[in-house]
């Protein structure tokens, strides 16, 4: 009863409140503007790096701490997403939306860091997002620690294919055709991927609790 409090918690107040810096608009301007911003950084414009930089850092920072439980390593990963995103902004054609082509480098960056903790494990730590959250009462704020650390584990913990639909449908609002490009799978099959990854979630959570 009480993990299931907390899980339906998680989908209305938690992921909105404690995990998620704002994300982009996602509209059709906005994609206009980075695959300009793409074409004038192709032709050396330094400044169109900064903006996609200052569009894509939170949404990039979320998507890494999340994945990791690392906000350290989130910003150093974050940070080399717009290295490999300068060196491919010559090669890059507009054909899918910017979005898709940037969570694809991030998560091959995100796989790449997973298979390095795998050959040296490290304990996942959960970051500390509850400094501004507002809670009626200290002891309301410290429970809500308790959950969201165990949230974060249990996230941690799940297997990366998992996570990542979660965390692209939820915390970056990507449709299902989107998140369905980043991982390269159809919509059908990310849809038993997410069904499959919330049970498992829940099962871990369950386990904590």
């Not at 299931?4 to 704002?22: I, M, T």
């Not at 949404?59 to 390593?73: D, I, K, V």
């Not at 996570?163 to 939820?170: F, G, I, K, Y």
């Amino acid at each position: 009863m009480l993990f299931s409090s907390f899980f339906n918690l998680w989908l209305g107040l938690v992921w909105r409140v404690a995990l998620d810096a704002p994300v982009p608009v996602d509209d059709t301007a906005a994609g206009d503007d980075d695959a300009v911003a793409m074409s004038r950084l192709a032709r050396g414009d330094e400044q169109a790096l900064q903006q996609l930089f200052d569009r894509w850092k939170l949404p990039l920072l979320n998507y890494f701490c999340r994945s990791l439980g690392s906000q350290a390593e989130a910003e150093d990963l974050t940070l080399e997403v717009f290295v490999r995103l300068h060196r491919a902004a010559g090669d890059y054609r507009p054909t899918a939306k910017f979005s898709t082509f940037l969570f694809l480098i991030a998560r091959n960056l995100l796989r790449n860091e997973l298979r390095r903790r795998r050959r040296k494990p490290a304990v996942p730590t959960a970051p500390d997002m509850f400094d501004t959250l507002a809670a009626d009462t200290a002891v309301e704020a410290r429970r809500l620690a308790e959950l969201e650390e165990v949230f974060q584990l249990a996230l941690t913990r799940l297997p990366e294919k998992y996570r990542t639909a979660l965390l692209l449908l939820l915390q970056q609002r990507m449709d299902y055709a989107e998140a369905a490009a980043v991982l390269r799978i159809t919509e059908n099959a990310l849809r038993v991927l997410v069904h499959r990854g919330r049970q498992l979630l829940k099962t871990a959570m369950e386990d904590s609790v």
